[in-house]
């Protein structure tokens, strides 16, 4: 085999990795660009140390464990991502003002395809799409990082104890205790899982269209009549968030009043709907980004409107247009 023919070998070997080692950090920071750069650390670090590499292990199982160094030094900062629902309690609508925080306070969301890798498992492939979702990531935030390390690879990833001890140099009753010491700080933390099914059932598929026609006709009594009466409504990068039909309403018709007249385009992010939300071009035709709107959706009712507004980030990470044309 030449050189060449071997160093593509390599490539094409730890590419393979590349969502499922997405995922993983993406579940270990809570940031989405911040787990793509641990992961292309992760595969250089890899490449550059595979003739070290001696087989005692599978290559995945090589992989998570430089990954998880690569992260477990990223969290050393002591920063950990945040909904605004984890900060403050709900913003009444006479109080609503828009106020920033920092990019590194959110937790941030995720573009399916690049964190969920195809498994022919349903089981399988329904507990990964679980441990995406925002609320579940949220609630890792609240682990130390190596407890957060042991959670994701025992629960979501269903490794042996003895596997992550190998892991993580330590023995397999720290591994037990980790977990359960995570177990109970995650019980302790609102970590409810939407109930939306995948593929989409057929009421959830109707929920959503009667949501894009209330939305996008800016029809609120068509739009509450969705939401679940305790629905919550947060826009990253501000901290405020509402609650009820009242002040999402409100909010919508005075704050938000310029969303009048948008379109949203389908998407999927963190396991669950989403929608690219485009606001109206105030300088001209068309429409311009606005939002990436990630749904919760329980009961039969739209529980969580998730709109992360930060555009020139979220928009070419999903692939998205960067413009829609008056006809769209």
């Known amino acids: 085999m030449s050189d060449l023919t071997a160093a593509a070998d390599i490539d094409s070997r730890l590419e393979g990795h590349r969502v499922e080692l997405t995922g993983y950090c993406y579940r ?5 660009f911040e787990a793509e750069d641990a992961v292309q650390e992760t595969l250089v670090r890899a490449w550059r140390n595979f003739d070290k590499f001696e087989g005692r292990s599978s290559l995945r199982s090589w992989l998570y464990r430089i990954a998880t160094n690569v992260c477990l030094d990223m969290l050393k900062a002591g920063n950990k991502r945040a909904r605004p629902v984890d900060l403050t309690g709900p913003t009444p609508l006479a109080q609503a003002a828009l106020s920033p925080l920092p990019e590194n306070t959110w937790l941030e969301p995720m573009p399916d395809g690049h964190i969920l890798p195809t498994v022919a498992d349903p089981a399988e492939a329904a507990v990964a799409r679980e441990s995406v979702r925002l609320a579940f990531v949220a609630a890792l935030q609240h682990l130390p990082p190596k407890q957060r390390a042991v959670l994701i690879l025992r629960e979501v990833l269903a490794w042996k104890a003895s596997e992550v001890a190998e892991l993580l140099d330590t023995s397999v009753a720290s591994v037990n205790s980790a977990l359960q010491r995570a177990r109970a700080t995650l019980a302790d933390t609102d970590s409810t899982a939407p109930d939306t099914a995948n593929p989409l059932d057929e009421e959830q598929r109707k929920l959503l269209d009667r949501y894009v ?16 009466e305790d629905a919550v409504m947060t826009m990253p990068p501000f901290d405020l968030w509402l609650q009820g039909h009242d002040d999402i309403a409100g909010f919508m018709l005075s704050i938000g009043a310029s969303c009048e007249g948008s379109r949203l385009v389908a998407t999927e992010a963190n396991g669950t709907p ?6 109206p071009n105030p300088d001209g035709p068309g429409f311009v980004p606005w939002a990436v709107q990630v749904i919760d959706i329980a009961d039969g009712a739209i529980t969580g409107m998730h709109c ?12 998205l247009p960067d413009h829609l044309d008056a006809d769209a």
């Open 28 to 32: 270990m920071l809570g940031a989405a």
């Open 213 to 228: 026609a209330a939305f996008e006709g800016y029809d609120m009594a068509a739009l509450t009549a969705l939401l679940h």
């Open 274 to 279: 989403a929608f690219a939300h485009y606001k």
């Open 308 to 319: 992360f507004l930060d555009t020139p980030r979220w928009f070419p990470l999903f692939g």
